[in-house]
């Protein structure tokens, strides 16, 4: 194998492409008295530093196209985060853009695989190129697919930091979001339809900040005409925790709504906002 060769391997790389049932374990470094990674034996010796081997049913690459298909002489690592299978309400929560921790790849949702982007690992390209050609499969066959993705890779490293207060009051509503999407109701049926539910201040920072959340849709025709009822439902949850003693709540179509509003408003983060309090 020669440079000449890897780079030929590589040339119809994407970002966003699988890699299933490959030989290739991914590694965690730990320490040996208390390692967090399960599943995994462990030699004890003097060293605390140990590495721990993991199979995983597959691989998804996250590096850039730009940077997978550069020769391998300028850039000869490629990323790769392991494929981990969740349950069908997460998958519904992944897919929406909720969980940021994980990122749907359209070519295993069926098998309901995720990429875990809490884990990620560096393999050399030479690697990649000496695998058979079955092992890999465009993971995100559509530009639109492939969009999504590298949006929640963006999502991952650059979600916002709600203020604690809120995200303890929100937990009540974060809940019945869980609970109620996907299910056959009047209200489950409204969130079916909702693309990303946004939170809006004006300053997070207030004595008594005002927040709103903003339930977003692709369209206005896409907005039910009870979508205030359910709104109303949801956002009544909202347990007042110190500053943040109340918030509003409306529908609102990504068609119409100005771009400067969009930047103003953050994600709502259902991993953050769905952890436990630390003291409690």
């Known amino acids: ?87 069908g309400e997460d998958l519904v929560n992944v897919r929406a853009g909720r969980m940021p921790r994980y990122a749907a790849i359209p070519a295993t949702a069926g098998r309901r695989l995720v990429a875990d982007l809490d884990r990620t690992m560096v393999v050399e390209k030479p690697l990649l190129a000496a695998l058979p050609n079955v092992a890999r499969m465009v993971g995100c066959p559509t530009d639109g697919d492939t969009r999504r993705l590298a949006q929640a890779l963006a999502r991952k490293h650059a979600r916002f930091a709600f203020p604690d207060d809120f995200s303890i009051a929100m937990r009540p509503v974060t809940k019945q979001i869980v609970a109620r999407h996907g299910k056959l109701s009047p209200i489950g049926g409204f969130l079916n339809r909702v693309t990303d539910i946004r939170a809006l201040s004006p300053n997070w920072n207030a004595p008594e900040p005002e927040v709103t959340l903003l339930f977003l849709f692709d369209t206005i025709e896409d907005i039910p005409a009870d979508a205030d009822e359910h709104i109303g439902v949801l956002i009544e949850k909202f347990a007042p925790t110190g500053a943040f003693t109340a918030i509003g709540g409306q529908s609102a179509s990504l068609e119409t709504m100005t771009a400067a509003r969009y930047l103003a408003s953050d994600s709502l983060d259902f991993d953050r906002l769905s952890e436990p309090d630390i003291d409690s």
């Open 1 to 87: 194998m020669d440079m000449a060769a890897v780079d030929a391997a590589l040339a119809s790389w994407r970002q966003g492409d699988i890699l299933i049932d490959v030989d290739i374990p991914f590694v965690t470094f730990g320490h040996a008295g208390l390692p967090l990674t399960r599943d995994v034996e462990i030699d004890v010796g003097e060293d605390p530093l140990v590495d721990l081997l993991t199979d995983e049913p597959g691989y998804v690459i996250i590096s850039q196209t730009c940077d997978i298909v550069r020769s391998a002489q300028a850039r000869p690592y490629v990323e790769i985060s392991p494929l981990v299978e969740v349950s």
